[in-house]
């Protein structure tokens, strides 16, 4: 392409004709061809034509100068002539040929299954209180850096939310470029007979401010704290209902410096474990709503195209969200995964490139859409009710571990406990009252 002048228009994906190279983003299709060759009245002469995949804004923001031929949020097509010519030691996005024929971002048709009277119990019981408690308490901490005091303070919130609801909970330490940092893992096991599977849900917990670099505030709400705290309301879900295979929850560190931690767990997992992954599910900003409609973008690639056509099948059945498919995994904890050969998927919000928060102390939760996350979180539990396998109905309440205090502050501790309503607690003790998180600051009583 580069080096040879070609004519260029972008057309609504309905109404692109045979006759052009073309590739698909959505709802728009761009047309390249000779520049001889005429298109249309709007098409427009260009020396070639790059894809670029980009985390949030980091292109655009890193290069304001270029002027994107087609922005499909996550992805862009820009002119060759505008490609850096320097590789920079920038993981936030990534440059490549644009392939004729290719569709880079696809909108399935709304395919809905019958709807499982089981699995629409389960996915009404998403709980956005819950969940908005979880979050609220991850986006509070001065910052989530991977090296950073805060880090382990988060980890220690996350362990302790886990252990209160049954998993086994085990942190390995990692390593970020010349610094020390961990994974967070908490397994449940199934109780299928045989050989069990095991599906991983995963995000990454760290979060980053690049412009005010390792002390700078980042309360990372969207990136990734509503992923984070994804993970555990799917693993409170999980933990009411009996399962065939094992379920794994994973908070990474590591993330925003290059994978770190989901690279080195990858590569770690011994053969015969790394067989028994049914599909890897990683969410990574979930609550911003950037299109007018609900949107979730679901990334994965050939491996996982399974657990892709599962998931939206139950954003159909379950949900209103607007679904948009992508087989160009970049630059997120699934990418480890997909090059071992491993199916994993990626859900993260549509258009994320609109969200300007990110990598930044504005990352905060009133630029949150609470409902958005919790329709992201209900395609996902349908999804994974059918990957894990229900074996019996809702259990019993039954006396659950409270687990470790956490201290995240002089005079705060923070406990979890289930009550005799069955719910799983975080209270939280100021000093002088202990509190219910999950009502949002009800006082529960004075008396330590």
Same mark, same amino acid.
């Given at each position: ?142 910052? /989530? ?25 085990? /942190? ?101 474990? /790394?067989? /028994? ?172």
């Amino acid at each position: 392409m580069t080096g040879s002048p070609v004519r260029y228009l972008v057309v609504p994906t309905e109404d692109a004709a045979d006759g052009a190279k073309s590739a698909r983003f959505g709802d728009k299709t761009i047309l390249w061809g000779p520049a001889d060759q005429k298109l249309g009245r709007a098409s427009r002469t260009a020396p070639g034509l790059v894809l670029v995949t980009q985390v949030g804004r980091s292109f655009q923001d890193e290069f304001p100068d270029v002027t994107p031929l087609l922005d499909h949020g996550r992805h862009l097509v820009i002119s060759a002539a505008d490609k850096p010519r320097r590789r920079r030691s920038n993981h936030c996005w990534r440059v490549e040929a644009l392939k004729a024929g290719t569709t880079v971002v696809d909108v399935p048709a709304r395919m809905a299954r019958r709807a499982d009277p089981v699995v629409a119990g389960l996915v009404g019981e998403v709980a956005p209180a819950s969940y908005q408690a979880d979050l609220t308490w991850l986006a509070s901490l001065p910052t /989530r850096h991977s090296l950073s005091a805060s880090f382990t303070t988060a980890v220690e919130f996350a362990a302790a939310r886990m252990v209160a609801l049954g998993y086994s909970v085990t /942190r390995v330490p990692i390593t970020v470029g010349a610094g020390h940092s961990e994974n967070l893992i908490g397994d449940r096991a199934g109780s299928g007979a045989g050989t069990r599977g095991l599906v991983v849900i995963t995000a990454h917990l760290d979060s980053i401010n690049l412009a005010g670099g390792p002390g700078g505030s980042a309360p990372g709400a969207d990136d990734n704290g509503s992923g984070s705290a994804g993970v555990l309301e799917l693993g409170r879900l999980i933990a009411s209902r009996k399962w065939e295979h094992d379920v794994r929850l994973i908070l990474f560190g590591g993330e925003e410096e290059g994978l770190f931690g989901s690279k080195q767990y990858v590569a770690a997992l011994p053969p015969a474990e /790394r067989s /028994r992954i049914r599909a890897v599910l990683n969410m990574d900003m979930i609550a911003s709503k950037n299109t007018a409609a609900p949107t979730v973008l679901l990334e994965g690639a050939p491996v996982s195209s399974g657990q892709m056509d599962d998931l939206a099948a139950a954003a159909a059945t379950y949900t209103g969200l607007k679904v948009e498919t992508s087989l160009n995994p970049f630059a997120s904890d699934h990418v480890p995964f997909i090059n071992a050969g491993v199916p994993a998927v990626l859900t993260i919000e549509g258009a994320d490139s609109a969200n300007g928060h990110i990598h930044s102390a504005n990352d905060k939760l009133e630029f949150l859409d609470w409902a958005l996350a919790s329709e992201i979180l209900r395609m996902n539990i349908a999804a994974l009710a059918g990957w894990l396998g229900l074996v019996g109905a809702a259990e019993a309440p039954r006396p659950q571990p409270a687990g470790s205090a956490v201290s995240w502050g002089p005079g705060r501790l923070d406990i979890f406990v289930r009550g005799t309503d069955s719910a799983l607690h975080h209270l939280y003790w100021d000093g002088g009252t202990w509190h219910d998180f999950e009502s949002l600051g009800g006082v529960i009583g004075s008396s330590g």
